[in-house]
């Protein structure tokens, strides 16, 4: 078959991508990998002979893979190594670990039945792929694949608003700011991050934390449905009527159950908002603590406001900065009043748009520097918040020696109101109990700039949350939960979520993905059946 009707043939197969499937059989047992693929346009003869072949190097596997994908799609949309296009893609990475993976080939679908050809070609040729939406993560291989193919959305982009306005349509290859600037003309948003460069894909599938949780829950509870590149190529649209029990695990399940290829989530009104960071001095840390608390509890009763802490080290000083946003644009609203009442050495609180306030949190995260993330979660305790910063300043001294580190111990909550709306439209995957909050998640974010000292930080955060889990379950209030957007490479997200939630996600990965492609061809991270890397330190 010649390229020309390669291509024609391609784009003629386009509509058999959306034919729903067998609901009792997703996959049937003598599924045709190749066959799909010729459905699809694609000529499998040049590689018929790699399917599935337990002698065939994992190199020459992503050679032919990559081979496929450039004549078919041609090379504008197959990058290829030592190309400036793929260098300008390996550097544009949020941290140092990710720029450092170097994938076989970098390949940017144009629609979402370019994906399906992709995940039936890794299949066929047993190359192994990733895929990247923001690429903000902090540990080698979550969103590129080394010596795989990763798979760049950043062509699929477009956001959308359906007749009445109530669902925007958005593609993975967008990140928060991009979303909100479309949506920003007809004064609406959508849940969505706190930073303008955070990716659509990642932060929903796992979680997502907005300025609007305390009134309408996290990301992943307000989105209406999910289409989503199934393991044998196949596009569903998943939602709370249809395929509900995979639209329920994408809601936490992370890369697990298939490529998201659009998100429609609810739109919300997006007025002016307040927002900035006020900074104390260590001699108010007791009264910053008391006034957190304090604020949690009262989430109940004021659905508007949205807060972290950041303790941290600057300039030879112990600072705390508490960043407080408010979803109205009100000065002084009462519920901060704990906060305002505390000497601050500064506060640069203003009326902004939904847009600055993100760019201005995205300021604060520069890339190109090497990360960790590592979180904990308990149960809310103004005793133990209090011994955990102290317990962190104290030891902040073993790597003060490390060349352009800086550590940050932050303070969020899960509260009551965000617990609640977690069992909206079928409930989600996390496994958090509503009855019981609310949940001080805590989380240590840290940069520096040499791999000579990534054993020295690892094992320093590794020591640090050896002891305040220690601590917490001597008093009573250890929750295994782990949230997936703050989580270490070494941690076991799923297992977190409970046995229950966590074999009800195994099932529906193998009614789905019956040949577990998303567990062995995918490999990343927070994976359902295997471990977390193991921590070496």
Known sequence: MSLLLQFAAYFAACSLALVQADKSVFEPADFDVAAALGNYGVNTSAIASLEISK????????????????????????????????????????????????????FKPAKNTDVSVIVLLSRLTGCPFAARSGGHAAFAGASSSPGGITI?????????????????????????????????????ATLGGRASDIGVGGLTTGGGISYYSNEYGWVLDNVESFEVVTASGQIVTASETKYSDLYWALRGGGNNLGLVTKFNLYTIPSPMMRGGARIFTQDHFSDVLGAFVKVVHDAPRDPYAQYYIAFVSAKGANIASAELTYSKDVADPAIFKPFRSIPAVSDTTSSKTLIEQCDEINSLNPIGLREVYWTVAVQLNEEFANWAVDYFFSVLPQVSHVKGINPALIYQAVTEPMLKNMTKYGGNALGLDPAKGPVHLMHISCWWADTFDDKTIYKFVNDFWDTVIAKAKDMGIYNRWIYMNYASEFQDVIASYGDENKDRLQSVAGKYDPKAVYQTLQPGYFKLNRVPAVFPY
């Open 152 to 188: 760049w959305f950043k062509d699929l982009n477009e956001v959308t608003l359906n007749g009445d306005k109530s669902v925007a349509s958005v593609e993975p290859g967008n990140v928060w700011g991009q979303v909100y600037k479309a949506l920003e003309p007809y004064g609406l």
């Open 55 to 106: 002698e065939q190097s994992t190199e020459s596997a992503c050679l032919a893979a990559c081979g496929t994908l450039t004549s078919v799609f041609g090379s504008h949309r197959v990058l290829a190594e030592n190309t400036p296009a793929y260098n300008n893609f390996t550097g544009s990475f949020w941290s140092a670990q990710q720029e450092e993976v170097k994938p076989r080939c970098v």
